[in-house]
């Protein structure tokens, strides 16, 4: 089926790749801003933890029934117009052979952390035979999503360095940074191999049949302006240049990364992702209006009164009419103590808000 044309607002969509969500990532018409939820699939959900009691995390991600089962169940519950693949980004490091695992209120932890050139030979190239699971999981998804699409994702390559230099989660990133200045080299080859992992890991998905994929840097807030743009943005253009092959929108998404979020969309973003911290008006001025944007209601307004939540919910719909397109967010991600029927009842009165021009 041909694409709809740009001056058209399309009927309900029929597949995937004709959602309100891919249309919005390419800045064509829609009827009103699509919704979905980082961190939406689990969390929050008994089901979730009720499905995942006595499962590691890492043994969740590489067994298709159980990615397919968690995946899908946000879906259900909120009406959300996407799902979210159930993965971590440190599966396909795993998948390549690092001795990786997440520890339950820690988070990635790594065995032996990644310091000399020698540790190089431990992180080979990865190939779709390294990720057969993924490719099965990502199938059976999109048969049971229907014309919902489904977002796969992957970890920019700075954040998984910083996780396997640092040996887990950081609070200053110092052997992180000590190493980006202390042999750039050696850093520079590092994140090239991330790199070409993370890519890999996303032309996967989007093979196997996602719509999107996003690029998660969520530790790239640390970084100043000069750091990122000579040490950083080089691999996530890599990526994001890999990824545009796949033919579907790219959504490239970092945490307190205001003063880098029109660097983060010249990287190749399709979609800026923008956090709570900036308000999406300011965000499209800075990009200049060229981008799609998503987001980025605060996680933690989700706590409050209705009666606050619901204009804080307009006032981003309503920010976003200003982009070319918009897809609604939170700034990060859902809080685990958050009340699913609050999330249920943002989607709601979100596709409830026309966008300017619908129909006409």
């Not at 992180?176 to 998905?205: E, N, Y």
């Not at 945490?255 to 956090?275: N, W």
């Not at 859902?334 to 009340?339: E, F, I, K, S």
Request: hydrophobic fraction near 45%; aromatic fraction near 6%; charge should be negative.
């Amino acid at each position: 089926m041909s694409e709809p044309t740009p001056d058209s607002t399309p009927p309900a969509a029929v597949s995937p790749r004709e959602s309100l969500l891919v249309r919005a990532a390419r800045q064509l018409p829609v009827d009103r801003t699509p919704v979905w939820f980082m961190r939406q699939a689990g969390r929050s959900l008994p089901e979730y933890r009720a499905l995942r009691e006595g499962v590691e995390m890492l043994t969740a991600c590489r067994t298709p029934e159980l990615v397919t089962e968690i995946t899908l169940q946000p879906v259900r519950r909120h009406g959300v117009d996407a799902a979210i693949f159930f993965s971590d980004i440190v599966v396909p490091v795993q998948a390549v052979g690092v001795d990786i695992e997440i520890r339950p209120g820690v988070g990635p932890v790594v065995a032996e952390p990644f310091r000399t050139r020698a540790d190089l030979d431990r992180l080979p190239e990865l190939t779709p035979g390294h990720v057969t699971d993924v490719t099965e999981s990502v199938r059976l998804l999109t048969a049971e999503l229907g014309p919902t699409p489904l977002i796969g994702f992957a970890g920019a390559p700075f954040t998984l360095a910083s996780y396997l230099v640092e040996g887990g989660p950081s609070k200053n990133h110092e052997r992180t940074k000590a190493l980006m200045h202390g042999d750039p080299v050696l850093w520079h080859d590092l994140c090239a191999r991330l790199a070409q992992i993370s890519a890999a890991f996303l032309q996967v998905q989007a093979a196997a049949g996602a719509s999107a994929v996003q690029l998660f840097d969520s530790w790239a807030g640390f970084l100043s302006r000069a750091d990122y743009l000579r040490h950083v943005e080089p691999h996530s253009r890599a990526v994001l240049a890999a990824a545009a092959e796949t033919g579907v929108p790219r959504i490239h998404f970092g945490v307190g990364t205001g003063e880098l979020l029109v660097d983060m969309a010249e990287a190749g973003a399709d979609v800026i992702g923008v956090d709570y911290r900036v308000s999406l008006a300011d965000a499209i001025t800075r990009t200049r209006g060229r981008y799609a944007v998503q987001g980025n209601l605060d996680p933690a307004l989700l706590f409050a009164p209705w009666e606050a939540l619901a204009p804080q919910v307009r006032r981003i719909v309503e920010e976003g009419h200003g982009a070319p397109g918009h897809i609604f967010n939170l700034g990060h991600g859902v809080l685990p103590q958050t009340d699913p029927d609050v999330l249920t009842r943002v989607v709601q009165l979100v596709q409830s808000i026309p966008r300017p021009g619908a129909g006409g």
